[in-house]
């Protein structure tokens, strides 16, 4: 029983074109929603998050966009850049349940 | 350095050996949680403390696992009777708050578990 579920194992895009990494979940308890980058052999690193009272937060080149109805939410990066090429974990928590998705690996092209 | 910090970075260890991980948080974060991640999948959450008291603990943690955090700083996470699908890589991470764990949790390197 996924909670939080990333369909997209993964996604390639052309460098300086926008990635759009998708996650959705299915537990509505869920209201804090995080966005974690993953290189190999190191830890996750915490990229952006939004409460469930907003459906856009922004920083930079990063902007997550949450879609409460839907229970779906998003990670836009503009412009992608080959630095950016990592596993993507969408993560959500409420109450004392902290969930992530599997990933989605992205690979930005030169 | 003020990151959270894993030692050790790898361990190879034989069937049926006990095994520890140490974890040292951020220094002013009181919340420290662990997790394990297996090859395509994402953490998976295992407990979390805060301060030294242990506050929850997944069904995926058996009898063979126990974490402590005896002083509220570092935390330890053994595992007894080590079996092969122990292997997988623990991940710490810590955070500071109070109303539950919705803030943001910032992770070490890991720990990559081979049992052989």
């Known amino acids: 029983d996924q909670q939080v579920k990333q369909n997209s194992p993964s996604l390639s895009v052309q460098e300086g074109r926008i990635s759009i990494l998708n996650c959705d979940y299915t537990?509505?308890?869920?209201?804090?929603f995080l966005w974690y980058k993953k290189y190999p052999a190191e830890g996750p690193t915490f990229l952006i998050s939004?409460?469930?009272?907003?459906d856009k937060n922004e920083d930079g080149r990063f902007t997550v966009f949450l879609n409460k109805s839907a229970k779906h939410l998003s990670l836009h990066i503009v412009p992608s850049q080959p630095g950016d090429s990592a596993v993507y974990f969408c993560?959500?928590?409420?109450?004392?349940?902290?969930?992530f998705g599997p990933g989605t690996r992205l690979s930005v092209l030169p | 350095d003020t990151g959270v910090s894993q030692d050790p970075r790898h361990k190879i260890t034989k069937r049926g050996q006990n095994v520890t991980f140490r974890c040292d948080p951020i220094?002013?974060?009181?919340?420290l949680y662990w997790y394990r991640q297996t090859l395509g999948q994402g953490p998976e959450f295992l407990t979390y403390?805060?301060?030294?008291?242990?506050?929850?603990k997944s069904r995926l943690l058996s009898d063979r696992f126990s974490a402590e955090r005896p002083k509220g700083s570092f935390s330890t996470l053994e595992i007894q009777r080590t079996e092969q699908g122990d292997s997988a890589m623990y991940l710490c991470?810590?955070?500071?708050?109070?109303?539950?764990?919705?803030?943001?949790?910032?992770f070490g390197p890991g720990t990559r578990l081979l049992v052989l």
């Open positions: 939004i409460s469930s009272i907003k």
């Open positions: 403390f805060q301060n030294e008291a242990q506050l929850e």
């Open positions: 537990n509505s308890m869920f209201d804090y």
């Open positions: 220094s002013e974060h009181n919340r």
């Open positions: 991470a810590s955070s500071l708050g109070s109303t539950g764990p919705q803030e943001t949790q910032y």
């Open positions: 993560a959500a928590s409420g109450g004392q349940n902290f969930v």
